[in-house]
């Protein structure tokens, strides 16, 4: 059952533009996201005035259509993703979850995003979930398959570089060994292990 949007908005069926504009930005002001980061009850509150405030819009206009809804509903998507992804961008990844479990449609860049938030909230196990499933829904995206890639692969490729580079020289290597003594009976006058 759909919600009547001038209740929503607080106002009496046939209010004026004016009256509809002033109520929403109110509203609006109240339950933005960027004013209440984490509140996930907000971002509810905030995805139902959007809906009622563009249902009235369309109805004023004579805009509907039999597809409005559908366009309504992926344009709320459009809306969502694009406002994770802007958390994302600036490193705010519980907003970026709170907005991503707001929105309805769950789509493969729903599923990418999502993974890229919960990475940086170091979820990898959910973030590597996600990932796969954002590749499933669109196998032949570059950038998903090279984030799954990254995911995948790329801690065990950093350890294995990261091993060499521990302060240590790699016992195996006769030149890193011979310089190791050498430096150290220069500066320091001890002999080195191999010295």
């Known amino acids: ?72 509903a992926q344009a709320d998507a459009d809306r969502y993703q694009k406002a994770a992804y802007q958390y994302i961008r600036y490193r705010r990844y519980r907003e970026a979850v709170n907005v991503l479990d707001n929105a309805s449609d769950r789509n493969a860049n729903w599923y990418y995003l999502s993974a890229l938030a919960h990475h940086g909230l170091g979820d990898q196990a959910l973030a590597l979930e996600h990932m796969r499933r954002a590749v499933s829904l669109a196998p032949d995206n570059r950038a998903y398959l090279d984030a799954l890639e990254r995911m995948e692969h790329g801690g065990t490729v950093y350890r294995q570089q990261a091993g060499q580079y521990q302060g240590y020289p790699n016992r195996s290597d006769p030149c890193t060994n011979l310089m190791l003594c050498w430096c150290m009976n220069l500066c320091c006058g001890v002999p080195g292990p191999c010295c």
């Open 1 to 72: 059952m759909t919600e009547d949007p001038y209740k929503v908005l607080g106002l009496e069926p046939g209010a004026s533009d004016e009256e509809v504009k002033r109520a929403y930005r109110k509203l609006a002001k109240k339950y933005h996201p960027d004013l209440n980061p984490g509140d996930e009850e907000a971002a509810r509150q905030m995805q139902r005035i959007n809906a009622a405030y563009e249902q009235i819009q369309n109805r004023d206009s004579g805009s509907y259509d039999p597809f409005q809804q559908e366009r309504s």
